[in-house]
């Protein structure tokens, strides 16, 4: 079933005409929807309802009649990305698989090796339509909050205040297999924040890798031997993070144990 954001007021109060003509025009013209075919609504907030198609015309796509109200829980684990800004196809390629795995919130950061320059407290409508569209297409009831492009030192503020444990990919000798750290803090990761900070293209500059894992919580991770681009890490580590939040109680507690439980 598809599904479609509307305003929290046009869900609460089953509006007809929720639809943005944006999304009606998605509806006749590519998904050739007719009268009867139902759709889910949802506000991005938790809340979701089934609506069926009542008419559809060239001008617009009414709706009714509607399923009761649903308040869906919250998601098991806040998992926040820290994302260095990167050029513009990666960014948007980043943003959008972010939003489908279900990051709870976004944090585009300045660092000193960004290339693609954004202004602070700058928010791209792109970006905005692409994380929209990518809540619609993963089907959730919860969307990603999308902060501002967000200078470095407040965003490493922001990972020290986080409350929760914060992951951080590091080229540097001695950084920690992202598993092993999962692991090693798994009761962290239901059901609290956790934070996961990708660097940019350049990587951190040598101060900015001081001042990050100078902050307590603040974890140095390795994907593996081979070097990333940075909407790749941040695909990789948020889906590491989510798939171990989701997995039932009493799985594997450590990489050996799985690795003696896979040769049983």
Same mark, same amino acid.
Do not use: Y
């Given at each position: 079933?598809?599904? =479609? ?6 869900? #609460?109060? $089953? ?22 075919e139902k759709i889910r609504l949802s506000d991005g907030r938790g809340r ?5 198609? $009542? ?15 649903? #308040? ?22 980043? &943003?959008?698989?972010? @939003? ?20 602070? +407290? ?5 970006? &905005? ?11 959730? +009831? ?6 501002? @492009? ?9 990972? $020290?205040? *986080? ?8 080229? &540097?000798? +001695? ?6 750290? *999962? *692991?090693?803090?798994?009761?962290? &990761? ?13 990587? =951190?500059?040598?101060?900015?890798? #001081?001042?990050? =894992? ?19 890490? $941040? ?13 039932? #109680?009493? +799985? ?13």
């Open positions: 079933m598809n599904t =479609f954001k509307v305003s929290p007021a046009a869900l #609460e109060n $089953a509006a007809p005409d929720a639809l943005g003509r944006d999304d009606e025009r998605h509806l006749r013209d590519v998904l050739r929807i007719r009268p009867g979701i309802r089934e609506a069926e198609v $009542a008419e559809v015309s060239r001008r617009s796509v009414a709706l009714g009649p509607f399923g009761p109200l649903v #308040e869906l829980p919250p998601p098991p684990s806040r998992a926040v990305l820290f994302a260095c800004v990167a050029k513009p196809a990666r960014m948007d390629w980043l &943003l959008e698989k972010a @939003c489908e795995l279900g990051a709870a919130k976004i944090v585009p950061v300045l660092s000193s090796r960004v290339v693609s320059k954004h202004a602070p +407290g700058e928010t791209p409508q792109r970006w &905005l339509r692409i994380a929209d569209s990518a809540f619609c297409q993963s089907g959730g +009831g919860w969307a990603t909050e999308l902060a501002p @492009c967000t200078p470095w030192k407040d965003a490493v503020a922001a990972a $020290a205040s *986080l409350g929760g444990p914060v992951f951080a990919g590091s080229l &540097l000798p +001695g950084a920690v297999p992202l598993g092993e750290a *999962l *692991l090693a803090r798994r009761d962290a &990761l239901r059901g609290g924040p956790v934070g996961w900070f990708v660097g940019p293209e350049g990587d =951190f500059s040598p101060e900015e890798t #001081e001042e990050l =894992f100078a902050v307590p919580g603040v974890v140095p991770v390795t994907l593996g031997p081979r070097v990333l681009r940075v909407e790749t890490a $941040a695909a990789c580590g948020l889906s590491a993070i989510l798939c171990l939040a989701l997995a039932p #109680e009493g +799985g594997a507690e450590s990489p050996k144990a799985a690795d003696a439980q896979g040769r049983t």
